[in-house]
């Protein structure tokens, strides 16, 4: 099984999206049903990797390559690290919860739930493979399954926020795609494989426009990562598209696909021109303060409560590239706590934000808005600028606690998973680039501003009767949350076992990177 | 190779010669049931010369004393006009647009243009290649009138005539400076004549290539020769408009790879890289131009269209300019690049063609807008519509991104041309605008039906089998890319 594990991890899902084709479409729960298991029969799969997964070894493990087209050089190749363990897992995680959110979806199912699991496979494949011709393909086969799902599945302006997600991604990874040809074709011998790349592509010496050919490349492939993080100034497709896709969308959005970009960064722009990520370390520091500022001060300013949720998205994610641009610290320390944290807020970004955007739809499906404070140009002239909700905790107990604890880990409160990793990620930045740091931490406050003020404007206070007759969470919807109420605090508490993981292979790529670092600077 | 033993080699077109004179006998003699029985005809003759060009005998000489090449090169070429025919003529009898037509006249030109695509793609004489051009061209004028009711397709017709018949004059001027120079209409007694060219004629020469290029710009539309593109194609029966976006295309760029490659080559081999022909002029930075253009202008008067043939018409536009990107560069990866690519956008755009004939022929449809819901009307329709359209764009895992990846690898390969590389990118982007928006009208404006819609079975299934090519090659295209490198042996030498 150790060889075909990724294979049957990647290619699951496809075969209950295919399944589902030759299956009447009356059938609709068939279809959840079918969804689920193939989703379920993945996490396992992942979760068995995980437990046979070697955390002390140095490289990939269970890896399997196979030729595919040996004209050009392109290899069906994939294995797993400490690196990509985490999103795996997140990944197969994610989708299975998904899907239970995904219950009540009556439009088109079959449609509906096949795309999903497409969508599930492409983003498995992006985390497996290391060939980057399969990445690419991977890469881009997330696009059309995604496009679908917001542009037919999503809220009013759904079409709009499609088709913006769509050119937006596609301008970027079309230039990853010039990127990798270049990297290719001046490379000796030509590969595309991920882990050969490593030792040829800092050599390729050649000038462009008077540039050096491997700036070109990074920025290239910086741009292709940094739309899907969203890096500012190219998160603008971000809101438009969390809002507007459905919760289960959001949910694999910004918990899943958002890692792609800083995944991205750290599997190929970092280990492959090394030079180049030491040299645009600052760059991606600053472009990370910019982020959390940025993205929590408009988070602050949101009165829908989703895209509050979607921009907080954005100002977390900016604490990842803060602690991956530690990779030239001079301090060893700091650079481990730097990348370690890094990678380990990729993941519980990726919980906790499922997590809110899954509360945020649990209230939606009931009161059909999530407006913390109605906006000024609200239909009804009588609501604007009142209260959306208020006093929910007095009769929604479990929903209000499942709440708190998200919004308390959205803002990093200790014993929370997220504390650990922002923590690490900060101590990391500080210990390379002392000044953006500090400034950073401005956006803590900030986060903590947002998280606090709308937990009080919709659950403290006196009750709003019109939404009396608010239904707490029901058994699905607890199921669906409890694991990641579990994880939230049990990283937080005891983060060791996932610090694990990572750690080798983050060690492993310091040491690769800070090698190019002359003696004299360190 | 004499005349006499010649024949051998020149069964496939012979038997297209008879098929055309027993159409012209049918089409007299019946008195009933015409078109149908001329179409199996047609059907029959056309297995018969797949069958002759199966078994067809390599030959390293030409035949016809030196005339025409019998090679890979030319017959793979025939089996893209083979199979873009074979299509178009299996479709028409289910194309209501041509109701009312005498079809049987209109399975003839069909032939009779082949048979000239046929020569275009072997031709080694100067002679012969403008007359395989002329053949083609008056088939196509007839053709694309055919609609005789129809003011929009005489006009396109007379459009046609005209733009062709100026640039065919062009051409001609074009090769006559040519012979001038060479002495003879053989192109490697050309080729061997322009290497020894004195001085001063090599202002002649650029007058002359530039001339020629006229003539080849027309048939594949390239910017600014297009002019006729738009206007022909709309007023054209959807069939025909289908089959010269594809078939006529593709022989155009046969023809002016072998010609431009083998008589302006310096060297006598095919891989003459960044080519300059004559001295002093960078012939690869005015193709370069020449692309850039097309893809840009084809794809931003795309954008305007609200009808999906007109749609279509323009971004057939942008796709030549895609494929005249990997002309830059003169050698076997660039010839290979093309060949690859007319041979997906063969499928992919003969699919969005026919999609949109059974849209045609079942609500009478033109404009996007009405395509509303089709989706859910029609999935075993729409879907294919989908690969198509993703293909056109170059998404994977269709064919689409691999011939688009083929084509930048040539010029990333000879390091040169980034700025065209970065052009087209960038236009594969603006193209997704609006091949999406056929999809995003095809999918998320209606909503979920259960009556849904089915067109006679021929036209499924003949959907239905073209995306087989489209998604098939996009995972796995070791078949089609052998196939490709086992064609690209051509002459390079005379006799």
């Known amino acids: 099984m150790a060889s075909s594990v990724l294979t049957i991890l990647v290619f699951l899902p496809v075969a209950g999206a295919l399944a589902m084709l030759f299956l009447p479409k009356d059938k609709a729960d068939l279809f959840k049903w079918i969804a689920l298991g193939a989703t379920g029969l993945q996490l396992l799969v992942a979760l068995w990797l995980l437990g046979t997964f070697d955390r002390s070894a140095v490289g990939m493990q269970f890896t399997?390559?196979?030729?595919?087209?040996?004209?050009?050089?392109?290899?069906?190749?994939?294995?797993?690290?400490?690196?990509?363990?985490?999103?795996?897992?997140?990944?197969?995680?994610?989708?299975?919860?998904?899907?239970?959110?995904?219950?009540?979806?009556?439009?088109?199912?079959?449609?509906?739930?096949?795309?999903?699991?497409?969508?599930?496979?492409?983003?498995?494949?992006?985390?497996?493979?290391?060939?980057?011709?399969?990445?690419?393909?991977?890469?881009?086969?997330?696009?059309?399954p995604m496009y679908f799902l917001i542009g037919m599945w999503g809220g009013p302006q759904r079409q709009y926020a499609a088709i913006k997600f769509f050119l937006y991604t596609l301008f970027g990874s079309v230039l990853m795609l010039l990127a990798m040809l270049a990297l290719y074709f001046y490379t000796e011998p030509h590969t595309f494989n991920l882990i050969?790349?490593?030792?040829?592509?800092?050599?390729?010496?050649?000038?462009?426009?008077?540039?050096?050919?491997?700036?070109?490349?990074?920025?290239?492939?910086?741009?292709?990562?940094?739309?899907?993080v969203p890096i500012f100034p190219f998160h603008t497709w971000l809101p438009l598209a969390h809002v507007e896709a459905p919760t289960a969308v959001s949910v694999i959005l910004a918990g899943v696909l958002l890692k792609m970009g800083t995944y991205g960064l750290l599997r190929i722009s970092f280990p492959l021109l090394p030079a180049e990520a030491v040299y645009f370390a600052y760059m991606l520091a600053l472009l990370g303060v910019i982020n959390i500022i940025w993205g929590a001060a408009n988070a602050i300013a949101q009165v829908d409560l989703k895209r509050m949720v979607a921009y907080s998205s954005v100002s977390h994610m900016g604490i990842v590239l803060l602690g991956m641009s530690a990779i030239v610290s001079t301090n060893r320390g700091g650079a481990e706590a730097g990348l370690n944290g890094a990678v380990l807020q990729m993941f519980n970004h990726g919980i906790i934000t499922a997590m809110l955007f899954m509360l945020v739809g649990v209230l939606y499906d009931q009161a059909h808005h999530r407006f913390i404070v109605y906006p000024k140009d609200y239909e009804d002239e009588s609501l604007r600028g009142k209260l959306g909700f208020g006093g929910l905790a007095g009769h929604l107990p479990i929903f209000t606690a499942f709440t708190a604890v998200a919004f308390f880990a959205g803002l990093g409160l200790p014993a929370l998973s997220a504390f650990v990793s922002e923590l690490m990620s900060f101590i990391g930045g500080f210990s390379a680039f002392r000044?953006?740091?500090?400034?950073?931490?401005?956006?803590?406050?900030?986060?903590?501003?947002?998280?606090?003020?709308?937990?009080?404007?919709?659950?403290?206070?006196?009750?709003?009767?019109?939404?009396?007759?608010?239904?707490?969470?029901?058994?699905?919807?607890?199921?669906?949350?409890?694991?990641?109420l579990v994880l939230i605090i049990g990283l937080g508490v005891y983060p060791r076992p996932a610090l694990e993981i990572i750690a080798v292979t983050m060690g492993e790529l310091i040491d690769l990177v800070q090698a190019v670092i002359p003696l004299a600077a360190r | 190779m004499s005349n006499f033993d010649s024949l051998a080699y020149f069964l496939p077109e012979l038997a297209l010669t008879v098929l055309i004179v027993s159409l012209v006998l049918a089409s007299v003699l019946l008195k009933s049931d015409r078109d149908r029985i001329v179409w199996i005809i047609s059907l029959a003759g056309l297995a018969v010369t797949a069958v002759?060009?199966?078994?067809?005998?390599?030959?390293?000489?030409?035949?016809?004393?030196?005339?025409?090449a019998?090679?890979?090169?030319?017959?793979?070429?025939?089996?893209?006009?083979?199979?873009?025919?074979?299509?178009?003529?299996?479709?028409?009898?289910?194309?209501?647009?041509?109701d009312g037509s005498q079809r049987h006249e209109y399975y003839l030109f069909l032939i009779a243009v082949m048979f000239g695509l046929f020569l275009m793609a072997s031709s080694l004489d100067l002679i012969i290649v403008y007359l395989s051009i002329e053949i083609v061209s008056i088939g196509s004028f007839i053709l694309a009138g055919f609609l005789k009711d129809d003011p929009r397709s005489n006009e396109s017709s007379l459009k046609y005539v005209i733009y062709g018949a100026l640039s065919s004059g062009v051409m001609l001027y074009g090769l006559s400076l040519l012979f001038?120079?060479?002495?003879?209409?053989?192109?490697?007694?050309?080729?061997?004549a322009l290497v020894v060219l004195p001085e001063k004629a090599h202002l002649t020469l650029a007058v002359a290539l530039l001339l020629i290029l006229v003539g080849f710009g027309y048939k594949i539309s390239m910017v600014p020769f297009h002019f006729w593109t738009p206007d022909v194609y709309e007023g054209a029966p959807t069939t025909i408009t289908a089959y010269l976006s594809v078939a006529p295309k593709a022989a155009g760029f046969a023809l002016a790879l072998r010609i431009l490659g083998t008589a302006f080559g310096s060297t006598g081999d095919l891989n003459i890289g960044d080519w300059s022909p004559v001295p002093g002029l960078a012939f690869g930075s005015v193709i370069?131009?020449?692309?850039?253009?097309?893809?840009?202008?084809?794809?931003?008067?795309?954008?305007?269209?609200?009808?999906?043939?007109?749609?279509?018409?323009?971004?057939?536009?942008?796709?030549?300019?895609?494929?005249?990107?990997?002309?830059?560069?003169?050698?076997?990866?660039?010839?290979?690049?093309?060949?690859?690519?007319?041979?997906?956008?063969l499928c992919m755009n003969l699919g969005a063609f026919l999609v949109t004939i059974f849209v045609h022929n079942r609500f009478g449809y033109d404009e996007i807008d009405d395509w509303k819901g089709f989706g859910f009307q029609a999935p075993l329709i729409a879907v294919p519509m989908g690969i198509f359209l993703f293909s056109l764009t170059g998404l994977p895992p269709t064919a689409g991104f691999i011939g688009k990846v083929y084509l930048f690898s040539v010029l990333i390969e000879a390091g040169q041309y980034w700025w065209l590389a970065l052009v087209g990118i960038l236009n594969s982007v603006v193209s997704l605008y609006y091949y999406a928006r056929i999809i995003k009208v095809m999918f998320l404006d209606g909503e979920p039906t259960d009556e849904t819609v089915t067109g006679h079975p021929v036209m499924t299934g003949l959907i239905l089998m073209l995306t087989v090519p489209v998604l098939l090659f996009g995972i796995y295209w070791t078949p089609l890319m052998g196939a490709v490198q086992s064609s690209l042996k051509f002459f390079t030498q005379g006799m």
């Open chain 1, 196 to 228: 050969i790349l490593i030792e040829q592509a800092r050599h390729i010496d050649v000038q462009l426009w008077g540039v050096d050919m491997r700036w070109l490349i990074w920025l290239a492939l910086f741009i292709g990562f940094a739309i899907k």
């Open chain 1, 64 to 144: 399997f390559m196979a030729e595919w087209i040996p004209s050009f050089n392109i290899f069906y190749h994939v294995g797993v690290d400490g690196l990509s363990m985490p999103m795996v897992l997140l990944t197969a995680l994610l989708s299975f919860l998904a899907i239970l959110t995904s219950w009540n979806i009556t439009k088109a199912p079959r449609g509906y739930f096949s795309l999903f699991l497409l969508l599930d496979a492409g983003m498995m494949g992006v985390f497996v493979s290391l060939d980057f011709f399969l990445f690419y393909m991977f890469w881009e086969v997330m696009l059309l």
């Open chain 2, 52 to 68: 002759l060009l199966a078994i067809q005998p390599a030959t390293d000489q030409s035949i016809f004393m030196g005339a025409l």
């Open chain 1, 435 to 484: 000044t953006l740091t500090i400034i950073a931490t401005i956006g803590i406050l900030l986060n903590a501003t947002y998280f606090l003020r709308a937990f009080q404007r919709i659950f403290q206070g006196p009750a709003n009767e019109k939404w009396a007759s608010l239904k707490d969470l029901s058994g699905r919807e607890i199921a669906m949350l409890t694991p990641l």
């Open chain 2, 288 to 345: 370069a131009i020449f692309a850039a253009l097309t893809m840009t202008v084809g794809n931003f008067l795309a954008i305007q269209q609200n009808s999906v043939k007109r749609l279509l018409a323009y971004s057939s536009i942008a796709h030549a300019g895609y494929m005249l990107m990997a002309a830059v560069i003169l050698n076997g990866q660039a010839f290979g690049a093309i060949m690859f690519y007319l041979a997906i956008y």
């Open chain 2, 180 to 192: 001038g120079m060479a002495g003879s209409t053989n192109v490697f007694e050309v080729q061997a």
């Open chain 2, 70 to 98: 019998v090679d890979p090169y030319s017959r793979f070429f025939k089996w893209i006009f083979l199979v873009a025919t074979a299509v178009i003529i299996i479709a028409s009898p289910y194309t209501k647009q041509l």
